[in-house]
């Protein structure tokens, strides 16, 4: 992922954002995860993938809460 990220051709397309974002919340990242999945949010144009991102961006903030909690 870091070498499609690394040029800018794909910096505004959502998908790679929310690509990341996912790898991020598979492997326990979930600040990390957060961060891409705002990026991806402020990229998207279609209210499906806009919901569900939503819903995946609600997911890693409330177990990135929990973790600071402990």
Do not use: F, I, W
């Amino acid at each position: 992922m870091t070498g499609l990220a690394a040029g800018k051709d794909l910096e505004e397309y959502h998908l790679l954002h929310a690509a990341r974002a996912d790898l991020l919340r598979r492997v326990g990242s979930s600040a990390e995860a957060a961060k891409s999945y705002r990026r991806a949010l402020a990229l998207v144009t279609n209210d499906s993938e806009r919901r569900y991102l939503e819903r995946r961006l609600a997911e890693v903030e409330k177990r990135a809460a929990s973790y600071g909690k402990s």
